[in-house]
């Protein structure tokens, strides 16, 4: 396996009692031993903001002080943004509410049911608002799977892509780790993050995917997926990698073809 670089998970459900993440303060900290274990230095605790979930500053900046530095893991405040009318307009309003680390980018999540009927018109507000959007885990979105090329004229627009490291990895099934492939080889992939919900099935670990695109496109190549777009997206700076550059899929060697 490559050399794990410290990554920089943007995506987790890490803090306990606020959404269907961890459940209990011990799972916390369980998944922040993992993730350290995993190799990640930084993680940005990401609770849904939703109509099942409302979003609470208060009590995830009292759990991310209870948590802060536990394994060696930096915690940073962020949301999984749903895209729903009375969220825009809240969101609109107070600008770095939802943002990852109160700056200017913002994780939104599109409903797995139907279509996506007028996604361009949110998207839109939102950047004309100064919030730049990552479609989080588009590669586990039915309809998604199906419209890459949506997802073309969202970056054209200024939006990114943030996709599940368990999707490589095929722990979200054949569609989503063949969308995963697809979104990559055409360069729509800007970050992989864990979107972590526990310590069993939804792990923080992004050690298993990195090694295993680091061995299929080499680490110089993936590691702003997992590092240095991560850290510009926590920092609130331009991303330098250059989406409409798909990576390179080396030529396989005769005897890979058997295995």
Request: net charge negative.
């Amino acid at each position: 396996m490559p050399d794990v670089p410290a990554f920089m998970d943007i995506h987790s459900h890490v803090i306990c009692g606020v959404d269907d993440g961890a459940e209990t303060i011990q799972e916390s900290r369980a998944m922040l031993a993992l993730a350290a274990e995993c190799g990640t230095a930084a993680i940005v605790a990401t609770p849904h903001a939703s109509a099942r979930y409302p979003f609470r500053p208060e009590v995830i900046e009292q759990r991310i002080a209870e948590l802060q530095g536990v394994a060696g893991v930096q915690i940073l405040p962020g949301c999984d943004f749903h895209l729903q009318f009375d969220n825009i307009e809240d969101a609109v309003a107070h600008p770095q509410k939802y943002t990852i680390n109160h700056g200017c980018y913002l994780l939104v999540e599109f409903s797995d049911l139907g279509t996506l009927h007028g996604a361009e018109a949110m998207l839109a507000r939102l950047l004309d608002a100064g919030m730049i959007p990552i479609v989080t885990h588009p590669e586990r979105n039915a309809y998604l799977q199906n419209h890459v090329d949506q997802l073309v004229e969202w970056v054209k627009d200024g939006c990114y892509v943030q996709v599940t490291a368990g999707s490589f990895t095929g722990g979200f099934g054949r569609g989503a780790k063949a969308c995963a492939e697809t979104l990559l080889d055409r360069g729509l992939v800007h970050a992989v993050a864990s979107d972590a919900h526990d310590c069993r099935k939804r792990t923080p670990n992004l050690r298993d995917a990195y090694a295993r695109l680091a061995d299929d496109h080499g680490a110089d190549a993936v590691r702003p997926l997992f590092v240095d777009n991560p850290a510009a997206i926590v920092s609130g700076d331009p991303l330098e990698y250059d989406a409409a550059v798909p990576l390179a899929r080396p030529a396989r060697k005769w005897y890979q073809f058997w295995a």
